[in-house]
């Protein structure tokens, strides 16, 4: 049986902002803030709708000219460093 990834969270204290270019993100425990090109952006909003990686990863790569295991290990980079940075939930969709 398949079990659901948990959902991506960002942390109570992490502030996100939509931008012209993309978003921030502030961290309030520690007064810093993380820029996110549009691209990134995109990312971020859709998993913390609930959409899994797999499926942006699908979203992305038919509507853009880039192979569909880069967009995955792109996403997971991201997620990573998100995660890495303390501003997502631990056990959250990685």
Known sequence: ?????????LRRDVT?????????????RTGRYWQLNST????????LDGATPEEVTGRLAE?????????????G???GQL????LTEPGATR
Do not use: H, K, W, Y
């Open 83 to 86: 995660a890495d940075a303390g």
């Open 40 to 47: 990134g952006a995109q990312v971020l909003r859709a998993l």
């Open 77 to 79: 980079t991201l997620l």
């Open 63 to 75: 509507t853009r000219a880039v192979a569909p295991d880069r967009v995955a290990a792109d996403i």
């Open 16 to 28: 996100a902002c939509d931008t012209d270019g993309g978003m921030v993100l502030l961290d309030e």
């Open 1 to 9: 049986m398949n079990l659901p990834s948990p959902r991506l969270r």
